[in-house]
């Protein structure tokens, strides 16, 4: 629904002569003297950045995989075994044929009666329905904070949000090629796709490893609210 503002002005100039100051027409960005945020991990290179998402990932209890695109496909399968097997649900989403997975998602996994679901979003209530009862997500990393171990997902009409959320398990292929130090790096990355005219995703999700909380006591609680496991599978050579 579009909605019509009415009395905007008025009412920001009342709040403005309140202020003792003229309405504000536009806003400038600030030019600051220092800048930390870019000091994190700034000389890293695409291996330094892996082996600090390494680190990470042992502090935020998700398994990681280094493996390569041929390998890709064999080094999927053993993880999904491990997690307890199908059902899984996946977005519909062209990178998965790139990676090579489309026979183990189209053949190999229906052939052995693992059952694997494509979001469509013309199915609405049906995509939610599976995602809730399938053991294993499996999504793709757009952007990797290296010094957080943050996965980011851009939502849209073919990447649903419950494939990260609702299974038991999320399994996040990671490309290499995505890892930046931090969240400074992500949010220039997102800036400068809006700026630059690309459809902004309908949602964008920061995700660090399997649910989790902790008390005021910090005693953490994994799997609260979200999947109890994840594994993030990083690919070297795309």
């Given at each position: 629904?579009?909605?019509?503002?009415?009395?905007?002005d008025?009412f920001l100039?009342k709040?403005?002569?309140?202020?003792?100051?003229e309405?504000?027409?536009?806003v400038?960005?600030?030019?600051?003297?220092?800048?930390?945020?870019?000091a994190?991990?700034?000389?890293?290179d695409a291996d330094?950045?892996?082996?600090a998402?390494?680190?990470?990932?042992?502090k935020?209890?998700?398994?990681?995989?280094?493996?390569?695109?041929?390998?890709?496909?064999?080094?999927?399968?053993?993880?999904?075994?491990?997690?307890?097997g199908g059902?899984?649900?996946?977005?519909?989403?062209?990178?998965y044929?790139?990676?090579g997975?489309?026979?183990?998602?189209k053949?190999?996994?229906p052939?052995?009666k693992v059952?694997?679901y494509?979001?469509?979003?013309?199915?609405e209530?049906?995509?939610i329905?599976?995602?809730?009862?399938?053991?294993i997500?499996i999504?793709v990393?757009?952007?990797?904070l290296?010094?957080?171990?943050?996965?980011?997902?851009?939502?849209s009409k073919?990447h649903?949000?419950?494939?990260?959320?609702?299974?038991?398990?999320?399994?996040i292929?990671?490309?290499k090629?995505?890892?930046?130090?931090r969240?400074?790096q992500?949010?220039r990355?997102?800036?400068?796709?809006?700026?630059?005219?690309?459809l902004a995703?309908?949602?964008i999700?920061f995700?660090?490893?399997?649910?989790?909380?902790a008390?005021?006591?910090?005693?953490l609680?994994?799997?609260?609210h979200?999947?109890?496991k994840?594994?993030?599978?990083?690919?070297?050579?795309?």
């Amino acid at each position: 629904m579009n909605g019509t503002i009415q009395n905007r002005d008025a009412f920001l100039s009342k709040i403005a002569g309140r202020l003792g100051r003229e309405k504000v027409t536009g806003v400038e960005r600030p030019k600051w003297s220092f800048n930390p945020q870019d000091a994190v991990l700034k000389e890293a290179d695409a291996d330094e950045l892996l082996e600090a998402l390494k680190t990470q990932c042992t502090k935020i209890h998700t398994d990681l995989v280094v493996t390569n695109a041929d390998n890709l496909t064999e080094t999927l399968k053993e993880i999904v075994a491990q997690y307890g097997g199908g059902p899984v649900v996946t977005w519909k989403d062209d990178r998965y044929r790139q990676f090579g997975l489309t026979p183990l998602f189209k053949e190999i996994w229906p052939k052995e009666k693992v059952e694997v679901y494509e979001w469509d979003f013309s199915e609405e209530r049906r995509n939610i329905d599976y995602a809730e009862h399938a053991n294993i997500g499996i999504t793709v990393s757009e952007i990797t904070l290296a010094e957080s171990g943050t996965a980011v997902l851009f939502s849209s009409k073919d990447h649903g949000r419950t494939v990260s959320f609702l299974p038991a398990a999320s399994i996040i292929l990671i490309p290499k090629s995505t890892l930046v130090p931090r969240m400074t790096q992500a949010a220039r990355i997102i800036r400068e796709r809006v700026n630059s005219g690309q459809l902004a995703p309908s949602c964008i999700n920061f995700i660090t490893g399997p649910s989790n909380s902790a008390d005021i006591e910090m005693n953490l609680v994994v799997g609260v609210h979200g999947p109890v496991k994840a594994a993030y599978i990083v690919i070297e050579d795309l």
